[in-house]
């Protein structure tokens, strides 16, 4: 006799072959946002929630990981914002906007994630 659970199969996450950083400052009122929508992202594109969390403290630390303001994620050390590719100051600004498919987020949005795990 089988158990109607039985045919129920759980997904298998795997590992994302590319280091995934989650960067925020202090006083970023959407940084716990933005984590939840990167894990949530992960899973649903079959991936291990497995990223490293980093708060810039320092303006040094900034420019270090070429960080753009808070919150922010980058894959593989590229952001994942296509336009961050042109900045060239890193500082420790808070609030950072992010447009995608003409609509604004406070934090990186799935779609814009989902590009860059590809």
């Known amino acids: ?20 950083k989650y960067f925020y400052v202090n006083g970023c009122h959407a940084w716990l946002d933005g984590i939840k929508e990167l894990h949530d992202t992960l899973i649903e594109e079959g991936f291990k929630p497995k990223f490293e969390v980093v708060c810039i403290t320092t303006e040094q630390e900034a420019i270090e990981n070429k ?34 498919e003409g609509k604004s987020f406070e934090f990186p949005p799935k779609g814009m994630i989902k590009k860059l795990l590809k």
Do not use: T, W
């Open 67 to 100: 960080f753009c303001g808070s919150p922010a994620i980058q894959i593989g050390g590229i952001d994942v914002d296509k336009m961050a590719k042109y900045v060239k100051n890193y500082s420790m600004a808070s609030c950072r906007p992010y447009h995608f």
């Open 1 to 20: 006799m089988s158990n109607c659970c039985d045919n129920k199969k759980e997904k298998k996450l795997k590992f994302l072959d590319k280091d995934i």
